[in-house]
């Protein structure tokens, strides 16, 4: 049967996906070492090291996300993230930085590294670098490949590859984004926050309701409408005239869509992927034991060959549509 | 979700009473205080977001609170009243709070689908829904800890059968196995 | 120590013919060192590649050093084919994906790009065993990393550099935002692309410029400038500041920045001479504040 890998933001979440059918739950500390640092989220010490033995327990493993890149002349702090994680009994750390897993190579050389999508691996060339230079055993691969390039990486690798099938949507190079600093100062890589929601305002004007970023307007729907967070790749733009183009406004990156790669957790057998990816560590328990629970039947039918369930999960997503995303090549 | 006025139409009448506002405030306060003694957590998650002061805005409801982390307070206030200061605000139907607080809704789809609606401090919010998950709260059972039995029997019978009836969520919701 | 001009490659997509005027221009410019390639889209490439070796030549001939770029994604069997004959071409190449690493011969020296994540020492530690001489850093870095990681290349003899001048390459996808502009999938483009020679603007709903997007890449729609910061830069042990090609009057560019460097204009005077020179243009200075990157600089 493929892993099933899921979120877990609060050791409430942790036992909500442990008790859905998770055979994997990965989460973060509280503080600036993983890439979702959410205020009132993620793990401390000891919730960390009780959630490893709950999950073990029922015989789940915990991996621990420390994949934002440390800060410069601070590294120490990542340092003790990895050497926390590795003491806590977690299965593995998924670690983006290429300093940072040198080190974890070196000092816990019996800790197994799996490769976060924040490294951007999207060839078999950089995955097999990492696994050369490092011993890399499992890569989270980036979600701009078509299931066909999938393929043919699995065929040029020796190592397992995780894919994200559900939740939010990175349109562009994962851990290679700029976007959330030019409008806040803060970003995925440094601080582990991507549109960050202290910089956030809704606001109601003129029978619209405003989401802002940065004081930047990102969306405007109309009032009672869904209010769609103001990730700025998925906000509304225009784009004015040229000499050659006429003037153009809407999503011009991504629609306010979340990914939802159900239908297409055979190909991905077929393709050689290991391991199936929940993205979601910012949402409720609620949401993860409902998320788990619908992905632990798929995988189930899927390893019977029986046809895929769809659309369980309309309600949970993000502006309420759903994506294949870059799965199909026809999204470039 | 079903959107019954029952659980309203109880509380109503008790917004008219002179005295019931004050009332209210301070049994939710003294609820909040059992909650943050047995929950220590909770105030740990919320971080910065300690000293924020957060605005309850339960439209179907006949009161707005403001609840104050830090100083562990809860005020009722009138609707027909000036909105007191606040730094943060959630609005929104009763069913959408309660669903949200005992596990049935996910906060960001109430929030994306617009059943609660976010003004002021962003982080503050996130960081309040994300305590109070992690909490695993059963208002039906805090509110059963604070009375003295057979009322707390009688408190989760009723619970129970307002729930059934309005189709409130009152209690934690847990996972089907 | 003085800081010295690196001119990074043509993130757009221009004709050879502009190509060709572009790099004969450079040659006679104070430019130390020019890196060529095409660094966006390998789409783009066989309109104008067969313009690189004439180009790469005359810049040697006048004295400047060069390098080859790599793509920034590389994805495709093509492009990895590609990024192997970079590196047989016998002049430096410098990396744009870590995955080019790869196709490095053994002990040869290689330069790194501003989108390859350098955030740490332990990461440029990693990269001078392998054989890196030169960084430019990520543009998003503030100045107290600059001057962590100035310090540690200096230790490990990695010349390092700070993006200087130029729209800021801020994310980059398998996406093409521009195809998608004229509802068209990156497969059937048409080259779109091409008609914006400094990218396609992209604005908020109430009209302020925001963005920029060029192919596959984001950028921001301010010029990113160190004009303020110059000074800082050179304090911190940076060794050149990048400029990043743009349309216009780029030789006005080029000459504005090395009087900078060479303490010729005042301080203050950088700042009011970009201005003169790109009318109408909006200069951000944030990342290396730590602020938010498009801060207007001032």
């Given at each position: 049967m493929m892993e099933l890998v899921c979120p877990a933001g609060t050791p409430a979440a942790l036992r909500a996906a442990v008790d859905a059918g998770a055979h994997t739950v990965y989460c973060g500390f509280a503080d600036e070492t993983n890439a979702r640092n959410f205020p009132g989220l993620n793990f401390s010490r000891e919730e960390m090291a009780a959630g490893v033995d709950y999950a073990v327990a029922r015989g789940a493993r915990v991996l621990v996300a420390i994949n934002t890149y440390p800060r410069a002349g601070a590294q120490v702090v990542w340092h003790r993230a990895v050497a926390d994680a590795h003491a806590a009994g977690a299965h593995a750390v998924i670690l983006a930085d290429p300093g940072l897993i040198a080190h974890a190579a070196e000092t816990h050389p019996d800790l197994?590294?799996?490769?976060?999508?924040?490294?951007?691996?999207?060839?078999?060339?950089?995955?097999?670098?990492?696994?050369?230079?490092?011993?890399?055993?499992?890569?989270?691969?980036?979600?701009?490949?078509?299931?066909?390039?999938?393929?043919?990486?699995?065929?040029?690798?020796?190592?397992?590859?995780?894919?994200?099938?559900?939740g939010g949507l990175c349109v562009m190079a994962e851990g290679r984004c700029s976007l959330s600093s030019w409008a806040t100062g803060l970003s995925p890589n440094m601080n582990g926050v991507c549109s960050p929601a202290g910089h956030v305002a809704y606001a109601e004007t003129e029978g619209a309701n405003e989401a802002r970023l940065g004081g930047w307007l990102i969306h405007r729907t109309p009032k009672g409408g869904p209010a769609p967070y103001p990730t700025l790749c998925k906000g509304c733009f225009s784009a004015p005239a040229t000499d050659t183009a006429p003037a153009q406004t809407g999503h011009i990156f991504e629609d306010p869509v979340s990914l939802d790669a159900t239908e297409l957790i055979p190909r991905l057998h077929k393709a050689g992927v290991t391991a199936l990816k929940i993205e979601g560590r910012q949402r409720s328990r609620a949401y993860v034991a409902q998320v788990v629970r619908s992905f632990r039947a798929a995988v189930e039918a899927a390893d019977r060959g029986e046809p895929m369930p769809a659309g369980l999960l309309a309600k949970l997503t993000e502006g309420q549509a759903a994506t294949t995303g870059a799965y199909a090549k026809t999204w470039r | 979700m079903t959107q019954t006025p029952a659980?309203?139409?109880?509380?109503?009448?008790?917004?008219?009473?002179?005295?019931?506002?004050?009332?209210?405030?301070?049994?939710?306060?003294?609820?909040?205080?059992?909650i943050a003694r047995q929950k220590p957590a909770i105030l740990a998650r919320l971080g910065d977001a300690r000293s924020a002061?957060?605005?309850?805005?339960?439209?179907?409801?006949?009161?707005?609170?403001?609840?104050?982390?830090?100083?562990?307070?809860?005020?009722?206030?009138?609707?027909?009243?000036?909105?007191?200061?606040?730094?943060?605000?959630?609005?929104?139907?009763?069913?959408?709070?309660?669903?949200?607080?005992?596990?049935?809704?996910?906060?960001?789809?109430?929030?994306?689908?617009?059943?609660?609606?976010?003004?002021?401090?962003?982080?503050?919010?996130?960081?309040?829904?994300?305590?109070?998950?992690?909490?695993?709260?059963?208002?039906?059972?805090?509110?059963?800890?604070?009375?003295?039995?057979?009322?707390?029997?009688?408190?989760?019978?009723?619970?129970?059968?307002?729930?059934?009836?309005?189709?409130?969520?009152?209690?934690?919701?847990?996972?089907?196995? | 120590m003085t800081m010295d001009l690196t001119i990074g490659p043509v993130a757009f997509f221009w004709t050879a013919e502009r190509m060709r005027d572009f790099y004969r221009d450079l040659a006679t410019s104070p430019a130390r060192r020019v890196v060529i390639?095409?660094?966006?889209?390998?789409?783009?490439?066989?309109?104008?590649?067969?313009?690189?070796?004439?180009?790469?030549?005359?810049?040697?001939?006048?004295?400047?050093?060069?390098?080859?770029?790599?793509?920034?994604?590389?994805?495709?069997?093509?492009?990895?084919?590609?990024?192997?004959?970079?590196?047989?071409?016998?002049?430096?190449?410098?990396?744009?994906?870590?995955?080019?690493l790869k196709h490095l011969p053994e002990g040869a020296p290689f330069q790194v790009g501003p989108m390859v994540n350098v955030y740490n020492e332990g990461t440029l530690y990693w990269l001078a065993r392998k054989g890196a001489t030169r960084i430019c850093l990520p543009p998003e870095l503030p100045l107290?990393?600059?001057?962590?990681?100035?310090?540690?290349?200096?230790?490990?003899?990695?010349?390092?550099?700070?993006?200087?001048?130029?729209?800021?390459?801020?994310?980059?996808s398998g996406r093409c935002y521009h195809a998608r502009l004229h509802d068209r999938a990156k497969?059937?483009?048409?080259?779109?692309?091409?008609?914006?020679?400094?990218?396609?603007?992209?604005?908020?709903?109430?009209?302020?410029?925001?963005?920029?997007?060029?192919?596959?890449?984001?950028?921001?729609?301010?010029?990113?400038?160190?004009?303020?910061?110059?000074?800082?830069?050179?304090?911190?042990?940076?060794?050149?500041?990048?400029?990043?090609?743009?349309?216009?009057?780029?030789?006005?560019?080029?000459d504005i920045y090395d009087r900078a460097l060479r303490g010729i204009s005042p301080p203050g005077a950088t700042l009011t001479a970009l201005g003169a020179a790109m009318p109408g243009a909006a200069f951000a200075d944030g990342f290396l504040a730590g602020a938010p990157g498009l801060r207007p600089a001032r």
């Open positions: 197994r590294l799996h490769l976060s999508v924040q490294a951007a691996a999207a060839n078999p060339d950089a995955i097999n670098l990492y696994a050369d230079s490092f011993g890399i055993r499992r890569v989270v691969l980036p979600r701009v490949l078509t299931v066909e390039e999938i393929t043919a990486i699995n065929r040029e690798i020796d190592i397992e590859t995780e894919v994200f099938v559900f | 659980l309203p139409r109880l509380l109503g009448p008790l917004a008219l009473l002179p005295l019931a506002t004050p009332a209210l405030g301070l049994a939710l306060t003294r609820l909040l205080r059992r002061r957060f605005l309850i805005d339960v439209t179907d409801g006949p009161v707005i609170l403001l609840i104050e982390p830090e100083p562990r307070r809860i005020t009722a206030s009138r609707r027909d009243r000036p909105e007191p200061v606040h730094d943060a605000a959630i609005r929104g139907r009763m069913a959408a709070f309660l669903a949200m607080l005992h596990g049935r809704e996910d906060g960001d789809a109430l929030f994306f689908s617009g059943e609660l609606a976010i003004t002021g401090d962003t982080g503050a919010v996130l960081a309040l829904r994300n305590a109070l998950d992690d909490a695993e709260l059963d208002l039906t059972e805090e509110l059963a800890a604070l009375s003295r039995p057979p009322l707390d029997r009688w408190l989760r019978h009723a619970s129970a059968l307002v729930a059934r009836r309005s189709g409130f969520v009152l209690s934690r919701e847990e996972p089907q196995p | 390639g095409e660094w966006v889209c390998s789409k783009r490439l066989p309109f104008w590649q067969h313009e690189i070796p004439g180009a790469v030549e005359t810049l040697l001939a006048a004295g400047t050093e060069v390098a080859l770029s790599t793509l920034a994604l590389i994805t495709l069997k093509r492009e990895r084919r590609q990024t192997a004959e970079l590196f047989a071409a016998g002049i430096p190449v410098e990396i744009a994906d870590l995955g080019a107290d990393s600059v001057r962590v990681l100035a310090q540690a290349g200096r230790e490990a003899g990695v010349a390092v550099e700070v993006w200087g001048h130029g729209r800021a390459p801020l994310a980059i497969d059937s483009c048409q080259f779109v692309c091409g008609e914006d020679p400094d990218g396609r603007e992209v604005q908020t709903l109430d009209g302020k410029s925001f963005l920029t997007v060029n192919g596959v890449q984001t950028m921001g729609h301010a010029h990113t400038t160190v004009a303020r910061q110059i000074r800082d830069l050179g304090e911190a042990g940076v060794s050149a500041i990048r400029i990043s090609p743009q349309h216009g009057d780029f030789a006005a560019i080029i």
